[in-house]
């Protein structure tokens, strides 16, 4: 799964110890104890080129750093259950879930959470996840035994939650599916009449932009939903209902290592 945030790093502390190794491979050679390390290096190609894709391997005095896509390892898990929902960007959750959960759109699939004042001394446990992590001050929440009772109901949670929330949501055990909405344009127009408590228009973007960078590091790959998939409010519901359900078919790939 390409994470250009996690991978990146990885990727060139490996190239560098293998840099450095190269320098004492006589000694290695001679030893033949230490196992050689091989990295590949597929070089990108663009969508619009056409045909089969070549593959390029780069050694390490000649490679170009422009091109390379770090990965991380990643397992399938298949959901047997119907798996919650998260929305990107996280303020669009509230109007999103009130027109999907409308019985003209719900079709008997949804549910929700609503958020419940948690005690200070419940807001650090594990099965506790805060609307709003980064303010302290915030009691509102939403227990994993909520979210269970509904997923026992054979219906997906829809949830009013960030992004942040999505490693401990794994760490118990739920896969959420995570739908980010890309917009028709950077200044999210026809989407701002559902950004009530964000104020002024640079404060949207800038909210949007650092949640895009955030889907980045999340240990879940996530599905974007295109701005040529919608036009209208009722084009974009009938959009998240398909991503939805496609999504639920799908297999959910989790990088586990981070969540240990």
């Not at 990885?10 to 033949?32: D, G, W």
């Not at 390029?56 to 005095?61: E, F, I, N, Q």
């Not at 000649?62 to 990643?74: A, D, N």
């Not at 997923?151 to 739908?179: F, M, R, T, W």
Request: contains cysteine; proline residues 8%; aromatic residues 6%.
């Amino acid at each position: 799964m390409p994470n250009y945030n996690r991978a990146q790093q990885l990727l060139l502390l490996r190239l560098r110890t293998m840099a450095s190794e190269q320098k004492n491979f006589k000694k290695k050679v001679l030893s033949r104890k230490a196992a050689a390390r091989r990295v590949r290096l597929v070089k990108a190609v663009a969508p619009s080129a056409g045909g089969p894709s070549t593959q390029v391997l780069y050694t390490l005095s000649h490679r170009q750093e422009e091109q390379l896509i770090p990965y991380s390892l990643v397992q399938p898990v298949q959901a047997g259950a119907r798996r919650p929902v998260l929305f990107s960007p996280s303020p669009l959750s509230r109007g999103l879930i009130e027109q999907l959960l409308q019985p003209s759109q719900s079709q008997l699939q949804f549910n929700t959470c609503p958020p419940e004042p948690i005690p200070a001394t419940e807001r650090c446990q594990k099965h506790v996840f805060m609307l709003n992590p980064s303010i302290p001050d915030d009691s509102l929440g939403i227990r994993l035994q909520s979210i269970q009772d509904i997923v026992s109901q054979d219906k997906h949670c829809l949830l009013e939650l960030s992004l942040a929330n999505v490693q401990g949501l794994l760490k118990q055990g739920v896969y959420p599916i995570v739908i980010h909405i890309q917009p028709k344009n950077k200044k999210y127009g026809r989407l701002k009449k559902w950004f009530p408590q964000c104020g002024e228009e640079k404060l949207i973007e800038d909210l949007c932009r650092r949640e895009e960078l955030q889907l980045e590091t999340l240990p879940l790959f996530h599905h974007t939903l295109e701005p040529s998939r919608w036009s209208s409010t009722d084009d974009l519901l009938s959009a998240i209902r398909s991503a939805i359900d496609s999504q639920q078919r799908a297999v959910a790939w989790v990088e586990f290592e981070r969540l240990q």
